[in-house]
């Protein structure tokens, strides 16, 4: 019984998940458009991904860009502890202060 509505929560969670990605993909190129060079448009795509996601993931933006810039090395050593939604971990694992 509760297999059944769990299924179509699951769904109707994926659907309104996918939406939020596809409105933030429109806005991304509507905003890519307003740039003046199609490199200007790239650069400000490379920000407003990680930005974004951040978001997505309830992640602080500024506190995950800051601490990228601030761990260099072990971004570099291993760059799959550092995104959005594990940041925050990896910086506890390292005696990091996020946000």
Not at 16 to 31: H, T
Not at 74 to 98: F, K, Q, V
Request: charged residues 15%.
């Amino acid at each position: 019984m509760f297999g059944g509505i769990m299924a179509i929560a699951g769904l109707l969670f994926a659907l309104v998940y996918a939406r939020a990605v596809r409105q933030r993909k429109i806005s991304l190129q509507q905003k890519a458009e307003a740039h003046k060079t199609q490199n200007g448009a790239h650069v400000g795509d490379l920000f407003m991904s990680p930005i974004y996601t951040c978001q997505l993931c309830q992640a602080n933006p500024f506190d995950y860009l800051t601490q990228l810039q601030q761990h260099p090395e072990d971004l570099s050593l291993h760059p799959a502890e550092w995104m959005p939604w594990n940041y925050r971990d990896t910086c506890a694992r390292i005696g990091a202060d996020p946000q």
